[in-house]
Structures are given as structure tokens and as C-alpha cells.
């Protein structure tokens, strides 16, 4: 079941809906402007909305492909009997969903630019990684595609949630908790109540919150995790990755993802441009949103995409 037209209706976010039928299942995304392409990727507990003010301003001359991953926002939510509700999921559906708009709906081979947070920047790295080609510039916000930095533990709910115990599992589907925590937690500015309830709206449902669970239970900490192949990527990055342009914007009071991240980002991509924002937290594109706008469109005016 897909979210209905009303409940698409969130502060800022007048676009017009995408659908691509991705192994049977709709998924939807968006396609807004023309240009090179800009692939957009949220994380959990968020949606395609996050990414609203960014597409609302780069679309002008940025073509902003913007997918919501099966179970989450206004697509689908198939039964588990249907679909495997894991990262390496996740990574075979965007390669369908590209694969699909550069035979299908006029996008190039080449010349995208990832833009990605949270599992977002897991699974959308993971792409590159598999498939440098497509991918000429890199934007990164707070977010992981790597293993856990020395000395890094996971927060305690995120371990209660993870560890499959019945009561934290259970509390995870059968209320919204988990993306209502999200939406104060992980800024340091409160939120405005309609973008709050926007954030919310796709997982005010029980049915419709079991990829929030699964994706907080599929972090991998251990090579025995299933999601472990897509971060367990060695101690340095081949040069086809750390030759690519890349940006980091990073909220330096993200509860989650802290300065060990930023600082394994920094040492992974030792040319990377880095954007601090000491006062934003994990959603640094609403704490931080007009520099984080003014960072991104300022880096790709300086790195043209490349298409050869």
C-alpha cells in the first residue's frame, strides 16, 4: 500500500510523483529539472521530503532524482513474504531504479552526482563503489560507508532496537516513536509542527513502519551481519573513488554519527571539501539549510560533472 495524494501534501513538497515498478514493487521517486543528474538518498527514519529545499533550488539547472526506498515514504509496502526488507536490497533496487531512468526516461550512463545521508550515504556509496563510472562528484551529509570507527559503540536504543529483544522491537513497530525521536533528536533547532508532522506523516500507521525497524535492525556491527558487504570495504579507497570530487556537510551534534565519522571521512577522502556546522545536529539540512544549499550549489558550480 502507497501513501494516498493527501497525505502527500507536506509543507514545500509540490512535486509530481514518480512510479517504477522495481522487482514487482512500486517505488516512488522524484524527477524534477533539467541537467545532470543529482541522485538524492535519505536514511531512517526519513523520507523524500528531507531533500525538498535542496531540489526546490537545484532543480533550475540540476535534474534531481529523488527515490523514496521500498516500505518507506509514499512507496510501497510489500509483505516480508515479497520482499527482503535489508541494505543489500536497498543496493539492488537503486541500480534497477537508474538502470531504468538511463534506458528509459533520457538520463546519461555517466555524470551523476550521489548525494546521500544516513543509510543513504551507505547504500549510495555502495553503488559507486560498484559502479564508478556512473558517478563523477560526491556530496555527503552525516552518514557512514564504512566500518564503525576504533573506540565507536553504537547509542544504547539503537543496540536495544538492533539486539531483536522482543519489547524494544515491538515498541519500534507498534508506534512511531522512533521517527517521532528523530524528528526533535536529531535537530538542535525545533522543527516547525507542519514539517514535524510532514517528516512523520508516512509512518503514522503500524503496517507502515516495518522498514524503520528493519533498517535500524540490519546495522552492521559484525562481519556476521548481512549488511557487512556493503561497508566492509577495507582500510583505504581505490582511486577511482578518492579522485572524485567530494563534499561533506556535517552537523557537529549529530547524537548518532560523531566526530569519528567525520574524522574516517576525512582520512578515506583526504581531498574531500568539508563543511562543518558545529551548531546542527543529524538532520543538518533543516538545522543548517541555507548554508547547506549555498555549500552544495557552490561545490558543483566548482566541479562541472564529467560525462567521458
Same mark, same amino acid.
Not at 538502470?99 to 538520463?107: K, N, S, V
Not at 560498484?130 to 556530496?139: A, D, K, L, M, T
Not at 556491527?221 to 561533506?248: C, H, K, N, R
Given at each position: 500500500?502507497?501513501?494516498?495524494?493527501?497525505?502527500?501534501?507536506?509543507?514545500?513538497?509540490?512535486?509530481?510523483?514518480?512510479?517504477?515498478?522495481?522487482?514487482?514493487?512500486?517505488?516512488?521517486?522524484?524527477?524534477?529539472?533539467?541537467?545532470?543528474?543529482?541522485?538524492?538518498?535519505?536514511?531512517?527514519?526519513?523520507?523524500?521530503?528531507?531533500?525538498?529545499?535542496?531540489?526546490?533550488?537545484?532543480?533550475?539547472?540540476?535534474?534531481?532524482?529523488?527515490?523514496?526506498?521500498?516500505?518507506?515514504?509514499?512507496?510501497?509496502?510489500?509483505?516480508?513474504?515479497?520482499?527482503?526488507?535489508?541494505?543489500?536490497?536497498?543496493?539492488?533496487?537503486?541500480?534497477?531504479?537508474?538502470?531504468?531512468?538511463? $534506458?528509459?526516461?533520457? !538520463?546519461?550512463?555517466?555524470?551523476?552526482?550521489?548525494?546521500?545521508?544516513?543509510?543513504?550515504?551507505?547504500?549510495?556509496? $555502495?553503488?559507486?563503489?560498484?559502479?564508478?563510472?556512473?558517478?563523477?562528484?560526491?556530496?555527503?551529509?552525516?552518514?557512514?560507508?564504512?566500518?564503525?570507527?576504533?573506540?565507536?559503540?553504537?547509542?544504547?536504543?539503537?543496540?536495544?532496537?538492533?539486539?531483536?529483544?522482543?519489547?524494544?522491537?515491538?515498541?519500534?513497530?507498534?508506534?512511531?516513536?522512533?521517527?517521532?525521536?528523530?524528528?526533535?533528536?536529531?535537530?538542535?533547532?525545533? !522543527?516547525?509542527?507542519?514539517?514535524?508532522?510532514?517528516?512523520?506523516?508516512?509512518?503514522?500507521?503500524?503496517?507502515?513502519?516495518?522498514?524503520?525497524?528493519?533498517?535500524?535492525?540490519?546495522?552492521?556491527?559484525?562481519?556476521?551481519?548481512?549488511?557487512?558487504?556493503?561497508?566492509?570495504?577495507?582500510?583505504?579507497?581505490?582511486?577511482?573513488?578518492?579522485?572524485?570530487?567530494?563534499?561533506?556537510?556535517?552537523?557537529?551534534?549529530?547524537?548518532?554519527?560523531?566526530?569519528?565519522?567525520? $574524522?574516517?571521512?576525512?582520512?578515506?577522502?583526504?581531498?574531500?571539501?568539508?563543511?562543518?556546522?558545529?551548531?546542527?545536529?543529524?538532520?543538518?539540512?533543516?538545522?543548517?539549510?541555507?548554508?547547506?544549499?549555498?555549500?552544495?550549489?557552490?561545490?558543483?558550480?566548482?566541479?562541472?560533472?564529467?560525462?567521458?
Amino acid at each position: 500500500m502507497s501513501l494516498t495524494e493527501a497525505e502527500l501534501r507536506c509543507p514545500d513538497y509540490d512535486f509530481a510523483p514518480n512510479w517504477f515498478a522495481n522487482g514487482g514493487v512500486r517505488q516512488h521517486y522524484l524527477d524534477e529539472g533539467t541537467g545532470a543528474p543529482l541522485l538524492m538518498l535519505h536514511g531512517n527514519p526519513t523520507w523524500s521530503y528531507m531533500w525538498r529545499h535542496l531540489v526546490r533550488d537545484l532543480r533550475s539547472d540540476h535534474r534531481c532524482i529523488v527515490p523514496d526506498h521500498i516500505g518507506m515514504g509514499p512507496s510501497e509496502r510489500p509483505s516480508e513474504s515479497d520482499y527482503a526488507y535489508t541494505a543489500s536490497s536497498r543496493l539492488a533496487d537503486l541500480e534497477r531504479l537508474v538502470q531504468h531512468l538511463q $534506458a528509459e526516461r533520457g !538520463l546519461p550512463a555517466r555524470g551523476w552526482t550521489l548525494i546521500g545521508h544516513d543509510w543513504g550515504g551507505i547504500i549510495g556509496m $555502495a553503488l559507486a563503489r560498484r559502479r564508478p563510472g556512473w558517478v563523477s562528484r560526491i556530496v555527503m551529509l552525516n552518514s557512514a560507508a564504512f566500518t564503525m570507527p576504533a573506540g565507536y559503540r553504537l547509542p544504547w536504543f539503537l543496540r536495544l532496537i538492533r539486539s531483536g529483544g522482543r519489547p524494544p522491537a515491538w515498541f519500534v513497530h507498534r508506534t512511531n516513536a522512533f521517527a517521532v525521536a528523530a524528528s526533535r533528536l536529531g535537530v538542535t533547532s525545533p !522543527l516547525p509542527a507542519p514539517v514535524r508532522r510532514a517528516y512523520l506523516a508516512p509512518y503514522r500507521r503500524e503496517h507502515r513502519r516495518l522498514a524503520v525497524l528493519r533498517f535500524v535492525q540490519d546495522i552492521p556491527v559484525t562481519s556476521a551481519d548481512p549488511a557487512w558487504p556493503l561497508i566492509d570495504v577495507g582500510p583505504d579507497e581505490p582511486p577511482e573513488m578518492t579522485s572524485l570530487p567530494m563534499l561533506l556537510c556535517w552537523g557537529g551534534r549529530d547524537p548518532v554519527f560523531d566526530h569519528r565519522f567525520l $574524522a574516517e571521512w576525512r582520512r578515506r577522502f583526504p581531498s574531500a571539501e568539508v563543511r562543518l556546522f558545529p551548531r546542527a545536529g543529524h538532520l543538518v539540512q533543516e538545522d543548517a539549510r541555507e548554508e547547506v544549499i549555498a555549500s552544495v550549489r557552490d561545490f558543483l558550480g566548482r566541479h562541472p560533472e564529467r560525462q567521458s
